[in-house]
């Protein structure tokens, strides 16, 4: 049973990842949520040019004097004119995009496998920047595969090229499993794609054995292939198909039931012996768009919702009344007057709050009453950029410690200032922190085991990709490869222990079972004294080397995402973030579309950090005028 609910959870969670990200935002104002011509940058609104003074990244830390405090960047809540995602116009016509996607066709299913492979190839970006498209598809020549000029040119073949050079150069089935995987040579391209897949889903041998028992020996050469036997296998698993039909099914019957199977997941009743094709399409559309929008629909209404071209407004209506109990009548509001209701009385449109490069200002909370606080400020273009904090000069991509006051507000500015080609431009970057009113707890880091010293060093097979050792206090090299023991747990157990896996901590965060924050905010560079540590159990941890400086660093740091070891590092953790991001998914599937009360209990109070900020700056105001 385990294995079965495994194999669900893999197929669902592709289907669901493809409708939580796809598409991104399109409208003209707004940004993606994943800039895959700029990684790593997030905007509030669209650009044809990133401004090259812009940040790339902003951390800051209040303590980094213990492992939570490293751990724990500060939440940044953009203040800005219009601190919203969306506008009405843009809403409408994001809607009018899902109801598209989500119509069943006879693609459905290849799209959203398309669609992961696509987000694994932005791994490619951290293994080598500024290598194209024909590079990689040379560099996998180089290693075997057969690629031939025609698939350079079809547009799902060239998703395939970047995403198999992305599972390839960043060695991912090392990276899952300790073992390095070796494609045999003049392996055809998509064939590549598919034995690599499998290798990950760990499903190969039970995946084989079910092909081999029913359909004799047939090696699996598509993607299309791979999705008819794993989309089998999953209903055969979990009983919507029978060991009689399992030879005789129709692909187009298969992916039929794989609808019946989501629209149940979703919680709305369908008879799979009697439904018909377009109570299927009809009840899949009101299952995906209410994954998609956190709300509970109904597939009559939204069918006469559909008859009178008011879908948007219909689920404008869910999102009042779920989160704040108000009844929008369409009698009585325009489809302008309901959005602007949701927006402003429900958090459903409000800007994350995290970075944002073309957003300058941000208010900071800081939990306890601080001498000093650390910022780490990245830039998009480290070349030719100079980045000030209140003035002082710094070298940027590393902390810097500023010193605050005990006042309760107090403005730190951060100047970026890029000269490139002889055309300069500048951003100025405002960080009003609030200093908590308790006094910090003890902080000092204790107990903390020696520091393994960490080495890179060339795999035994003559492959260039690192393999990572440890070396432990007594000298002892020790060797880990099963770098994600989280990882083997999520495979290895069934859907109700996932919960014991992710859960959220008293700060909202996502962490594992461990209490390890799931963010790529652990493996940022560390400030002075410090050192990441993988021990045997897997657990890259913290330590204390040597007490840390409280002055900031002068000497050039150099760009984070130029540091070869930082690349090794990111690539580890996006890829961990991969695969915990499909079962979070999951989770959230499970859980249905109610908030939970923690997550009630968050939007509560950054409302009310928010509205206290606000005060402030009133209160400062008349001070002023007065």
């Known amino acids: ?303 006469k919702a559909s008859t009178d071209n008011i879908i948007p407004f219909y689920i404008l209506q869910r999102m009042a009344y779920e989160d704040a109990k108000i009844t929008i009548s369409q009698t009585r509001y325009t489809y302008e007057q309901s959005f602007d209701i949701v927006r402003k009385r429900t958090n459903r449109f409000d800007l994350k709050h995290e970075f944002y490069s073309d957003i300058t200002e941000y208010n900071i909370y800081l939990d306890y009453l601080r001498p000093n606080i650390s910022i780490n400020p990245t830039p998009i273009e480290p070349d030719g950029t100079t980045i000030f904090i209140n003035d002082n000069k710094v070298p940027g991509s590393s902390y810097e410690v500023i010193p605050l006051t005990t006042d309760e507000k107090q403005t730190i500015y951060i100047s970026c200032e890029n000269n490139t080609n002889g055309a300069f431009s500048g951003t100025v970057y405002k960080l009003n922190i609030y200093q908590g009113k308790d006094t910090a707890p003890d902080s000092d880091i204790t107990n903390i085991v020696p520091t393994a010293n960490i080495s890179f060093s060339d795999s035994s097979n003559g492959s260039t990709l690192p393999t990572m050792f440890i070396t432990n206090a007594d000298g002892i090299i020790i060797q880990g490869p099963d770098m994600l023991p989280v990882i083997n747990d999520i495979n290895n157990s069934a859907n109700p222990l996932i919960k014991e896996i992710l859960s959220l901590n008293d700060k909202g965060q996502l962490v594992d079972q461990y209490g390890n924050v799931v963010n790529e905010a652990i493996y940022e560079p560390l400030p002075d004294g410090y050192e990441y540590v993988l021990g045997e159990d897997g657990i890259i941890s913290v330590v204390l080397t040597k007490k840390p400086t409280t002055e900031p660093t002068t000497e050039d740091g150099g760009g984070f995402f130029t540091n070869p070891e930082n690349r090794k590092i990111i690539i580890i953790v996006s890829a961990v973030v991969i695969l915990l991001l499909i079962v979070a998914i999951i989770i959230v599937l499970k859980k249905g579309n109610k908030k939970t009360e923690t997550e009630k209990m968050i939007a509560r109070r950054d409302k009310e950090k928010a509205k206290r900020a606000k005060k402030a700056e009133r209160e400062n105001k008349k001070k002023k005028n007065y």
Not at 39 to 45: A, E, H, L, W
Not at 59 to 73: A, I, W
């Open 1 to 303: 049973m385990a294995k079965s609910l495994r194999i669900a959870s893999l197929l669902i969670a592709v289907i669901v990842c493809f409708t939580v990200f796809s598409p991104a935002v399109s409208a003209a104002t707004f940004a993606p949520a994943i800039d895959a011509t700029n990684i790593g940058v997030q905007t509030q609104y669209k650009y044809d040019q990133n401004d090259l003074s812009w940040l790339r990244k902003l951390d800051v830390k209040e303590d980094m004097l213990s492992v939570e405090g490293l751990t724990s960047p500060e939440v940044l809540i953009p203040v800005c004119s219009y601190p919203y995602n969306m506008d009405a116009p843009n809403f409408k016509n994001q809607v009018a995009e899902y109801v598209e996607l989500y119509t069943i066709t006879e693609d459905t299913q290849r799209a959203a496998y398309l669609y992961l492979l696509e987000q694994i190839g932005v791994l490619s970006f951290f293994a080598d920047p500024d290598s194209t498209e024909e590079d990689k598809a040379q560099w996998l020549r180089d290693n075997g595969i057969i690629v031939t000029p025609e698939d350079e040119k079809d547009p799902e073949k060239r998703i395939m090229i970047i995403s198999l050079y992305a599972m390839m150069k960043n060695d991912l089935y090392y990276v899952y499993k300790g073992q390095h995987m070796q494609i045999p040579h003049g392996t055809p391209l998509e064939e590549a794609v598919v034995m690599y897949l499998i290798a990950l889903s760990g499903e190969e041998s039970n995946l084989r054995s079910f092909i081999e028992k029913y359909f004799g020996n047939k090696d699996i050469l598509t993607l299309n292939d791979y999705i008819y036997y794993t989309s089998l296998i999953t209903l055969y698993t979990t009983g919507y198909v029978s060991p009689a039909e399992v030879v005789t099914i129709s692909p187009k019957e298969v992916y039929r039931r794989v609808a019946i199977m989501a629209i149940r997941n979703y919680g709305i009743a369908i008879d799979a012996e009697t439904a018909t094709t377009e109570e299927i399409r009809q009840k899949y559309l009101t299952a995906m768009l209410g994954t998609q929008y956190r709300v509970t629909l109904d597939p009559s209404a939204l069918k």
